[in-house]
């Protein structure tokens, strides 16, 4: 069973950086992408942050993130990272690390994502 632990959120003034980690362990080799995405309030859809393509390596990013974000990945250590630059307060949400067994799971497409972890909370704010 794959398990995902996500942790690094908290507070964050605007303008500042973070990175959030997502400690996996369990992928086998039916899972072809994994990635962040973030609710920023309850009862909000869950919107792409960055995926991680498990057939080419490529990655993919949301459009509100672009140019700010990076994904990575540390094979040895089963840790995704998420790497977030420039953080504005819109940016305040759960961070939810997740896979999917979907080939096409490299799009970031949410509903191709079936396992999710708990998720931790970033707060952007002055």
């Known amino acids: 069973q794959l398990r995902l632990a996500e942790s690094g959120g908290g507070f964050v003034q605007p303008g500042g950086s973070l990175r959030l980690s997502c400690a996996t362990s369990?992928?086998?080799?039916?899972?072809?992408?994994t990635g962040w995405f973030r609710q920023r309030a309850p009862g909000q859809e869950r919107e792409e942050v960055a995926?991680?393509?498990?057939?080419?390596?490529?990655?993919n990013y949301g459009d509100y993130v672009k140019g700010r974000a990076t994904i990575t990945r540390d094979s040895a250590k089963d840790t995704i990272y998420l790497e977030m630059n420039n953080l504005k307060p819109t940016d305040t949400a759960v961070y939810y690390c997740?896979?999917?067994?979907?080939?096409?799971?490299?799009?970031?497409?949410?509903?191709?994502?079936?396992?999710w972890g708990q998720g931790t909370q970033v707060t952007v704010s002055s």
């Open positions: 369990g992928f086998t080799s039916d899972y072809y992408a």
């Open positions: 995926c991680w393509n498990f057939i080419d390596n490529s990655t």
């Open positions: 997740a896979a999917s067994k979907n080939k096409y799971g490299g799009s970031c497409l949410r509903p191709l994502f079936i396992d």
